[in-house]
Every structure is written in structure tokens, then in C-alpha cells.
């Protein structure tokens, strides 16, 4: 069954307090697909769910690494970006299966490029602008 929730922020602050809401309730094993455009908000999302996991330190996306660890939190916190890679095999490369069936919690900025290996209860988040309703709003859609 699919559950579809659609969330509109105003502000970099309330996608900032989505992420947290998301990484308080985030639990181990779980894989978040996030998709959206550059520079809509992807990166302050996803600030916003190591926040929610108690950590404290700087995240940044991963563009050059693919994946960026962080073990600070209540759990592990696997961040991937997969906007550079040439193809899916370079996920086999990095061992992505520790990460997204081990004991943390993972997300992947642009899963749609490595779609066929995202897991079946992977929960997409999808972000969207609308300069027409502001330049900070944002739609942000979570299928689970």
C-alpha cells in the first residue's frame, strides 16, 4: 500500500524543520530517495535529517565521494549523491548494499538515476519549486 503526503514550506527554515522531523523518526534499514532540480533544497533537507539524528557537525552533499558516513548520530546516517556517476555498477563499487541493508538509516540524492537498485520500501521524497507561489516555497511529495 502506498502512502503519498504532500508538504508545502515557505521557507529554507521549515524545509530545515521537515528534514529534522524526518530524521527523528527515521529507524535503521531505511532508504530515502530524494529527487528535485539543483538548488531546490535537497542538501537543507537532508541538513535537516542529520539534525534530527543528533548530528552536530557540517553536511554537505557528497557530489565527488558518492557516499559521506556519519556515525555521530543515533545511528549510522549514509549520504549518498549519485548525480556524477556513469553507472549503476559504480554502487556495486562502493558496496552500497552494507549501507542500505545495514544497521543505519540511508538517503540518495538523484535515486532516479540508479533507480533499478533502490530498495522495494525505499520512501521517495520529491522536492519542487513554484517561483509563481514565491521564490522560497517548495512542494515537497514523500511516497512511502
Known amino acids: ?5 504532500i508538504i508545502t514550506t515557505y521557507s529554507a527554515a521549515e524545509t530545515l524543520e521537515l ?3 524526518i530524521g527523528k523518526n527515521a529507524r535503521p534499514g531505511e532508504v530515502y530517495a530524494l529527487l528535485g532540480d539543483l538548488g ?3 542538501t537543507v533537507l537532508i541538513q535537516g ?3 534530527g539524528l543528533g548530528i552536530t557537525g557540517p553536511v554537505n552533499s557528497p557530489t565527488f565521494t558518492i557516499v559521506q558516513v556519519y556515525e555521530e548520530g543515533r545511528m549510522p546516517f549514509y549520504h549518498f549523491d549519485v ?3 556513469g553507472d549503476v555498477e ?3 563499487e562502493i558496496g552500497y548494499e ?3 541493508y545495514g544497521d543505519g538509516v540511508s538517503f540518495v540524492e538523484w535515486a532516479n538515476l540508479v533507480e533499478e537498485i533502490m530498495p522495494e520500501k525505499t520512501v521517495w521524497i520529491e522536492i519542487k519549486k513554484d517561483l509563481s507561489k514565491g521564490f522560497d516555497y517548495r512542494e ?4 512511502s
Open 1 to 5: 500500500m502506498s502512502n503519498n503526503k
Open 19 to 21: 528534514g529534522m522531523e
Open 40 to 42: 531546490v533544497g535537497k
Open 49 to 51: 535529517v542529520a539534525k
Open 83 to 85: 548525480y556524477r556517476i
Open 90 to 92: 559504480e554502487m556495486d
Open 98 to 100: 552494507d549501507y542500505f
Open 140 to 143: 515537497i511529495t514523500i511516497k
